[in-house]
């Protein structure tokens, strides 16, 4: 079997601020962009922080699959 990748970079929108915890930001993205490409047939094999500072993270790479027969856009 083989497939197509599609690999996003993950990050919160809009000012932020030293020290803050983007988790919740950072969440609410991954699930809206991993719901929206789910509907046309990816699916999310793993996501890895890229970006840290202060030891939170704030930015996330999501690294999406589907078999290729599936192929809708």
Sequence with gaps: MS?????????????RVGGDDQTAPIAESLEEKSNELGKKGWEMVTAVPTLSHGGAVSKILAIFKRSTSSQKS
């Design 3 to 15: 497939y197509s990748y599609k690999i996003l970079t993950i990050t919160p929108t809009g000012l």
